[in-house]
């Protein structure tokens, strides 16, 4: 079956030191998207990506993030310079349709500790 | 202010059980998705629906939009059905974000 691969799966990094999460979605899906989950807390969206370009992104989503899509299979996430509030667990999603016109796959989540 | 909204928080039951999980929502949707979350944090969709029902397996999930509300059904229920169980919906108006609820987490002893 096919699947969304994450790597890493666990980072630790320092305060302020840039980070990239790196997915692979499933090879002939069109759109792509970051979320992330804060230890207890729900699942929030972060960025939404396609022909590549975003196409919407939250308020969560500042200059400190940026996705892209280096060479056509892996989708990443860059954080610039990490806080200890961006500790948490990173979800990568694709789809072959837009929104509610495509079933979602998520990948097994990336999670980030900042000290 | 929430826009989805889960109950219970958290369910216990003993095998076999039946299980119902709620789900209901503020706002106008496109659709919306049970997941189950796994102990490791991994997220699977187990439905996507706009209206009326779907079963796969134990699994019924049914949608009444008029009355904004979904609801997952668990027959038999079984220990390795034990994980969070969360509802997420696309708003109206064809955006692509999906908005969650906090999740149930359920506990199926044998």
């Known amino acids: 079956e096919p699947e969304v691969t994450q790597t890493p799966s666990h980072q630790v990094t320092q305060m302020g030191q840039e980070v990239i999460l790196r997915c692979v979605p499933i090879s002939n899906h069109l759109y792509f998207y970051w979320y992330r989950q804060i230890l207890g807390q729900k699942v929030e969206f972060l960025v939404s990506?396609?022909?590549?370009?975003?196409?919407?992104k939250s308020e969560i989503f500042d200059d400190q993030f940026s996705v892209e899509r280096p060479d056509g299979s892996n989708f990443t996430l860059k954080i610039r310079s990490t806080k200890l509030e961006d500790s948490a667990m990173y979800f990568c999603?694709?789809?072959?349709?837009?929104?509610?016109?495509?079933?979602?796959?998520f990948g097994e989540g990336s999670r980030l500790t900042v000290l | 202010k929430n826009e989805v909204e889960q109950s219970p928080q958290n369910l216990t039951a003993q095998e076999g059980e039946f299980i119902t999980i709620n789900c209901s929502y503020s706002?106008?949707?496109?659709?919306l998705h049970w997941l189950q979350q796994h102990p490791g944090g991994g997220i699977v969709s187990l439905f996507m629906?706009?209206?009326g029902k779907k079963k796969h397996g134990r699994l019924i999930a049914t949608i009444n939009i008029q009355e904004k509300h979904s609801s997952l059904h668990i027959t038999a229920s079984h220990p390795r059905d034990s994980a969070v169980y969360i509802c997420a919906a696309y708003t109206q108006g064809g955006s692509e974000k999906l908005v969650f609820g906090k999740g149930m987490k359920l506990t199926v002893n044998p």
């Open positions: 999603a694709s789809s072959q349709g837009a929104g509610a016109t495509g079933e979602l796959f």
């Open positions: 990506f396609y022909n590549n370009e975003i196409s919407e």
């Open positions: 706002v106008g949707i496109s659709a």
């Open positions: 629906l706009s209206s």
